[in-house]
Nanobody, 126 residues
């Protein structure tokens, strides 16, 4: 069983930065593909960034490339999302998620992720 708890959300002005954290408990953490997803009101949930179990491979949705960076600390059981140059369209509830399936196969398919946190709200004002 894997439990995920997000933190670090908040309100920020456009151009600012936030760092999200996801505390992970469960013995399978180090072997899990992990990712960040977001969902804005009235919109579908979308994948933002995904990182392989060893942290050597990452995937980003086009809209955040060059602005967001995903990382993980397997020793501390944490997943991070550094968000820079924030835009109002980044406003959403952000979730961390984990799955056993390798990241290389449909990394942004949220139906393949078995474990989810409750989310942390990010609001960016113009």
């Amino acid at each position: 069983q894997v439990q995920l708890v997000e933190s670090g959300g908040g309100s920020e002005q456009a151009g600012g930065s936030l760092r999200l954290s996801c505390a992970v408990s469960g013995s399978t953490y180090s072997s899990s593909c992990m990712g960040w997803f977001r969902q804005a009101p009235g919109k579908k949930r979308e994948g933002v960034a995904v990182i392989s179990s060893g942290g050597d491979t990452t995937y980003y949705v086009e809209s955040v490339k060059g602005r967001f960076s995903v990382s993980r600390d397997n020793a501390k059981n944490y997943l991070y999302l550094q968000m820079n140059s924030l835009k109002p369209e980044d406003t959403a509830m952000y979730y961390c998620a984990a799955r056993r399936l390798t990241c290389g196969l449909a990394p942004f398919d949220f139906d393949t992720y078995s474990y989810w946190g409750r989310g942390t709200q990010v609001t960016v004002s113009s």
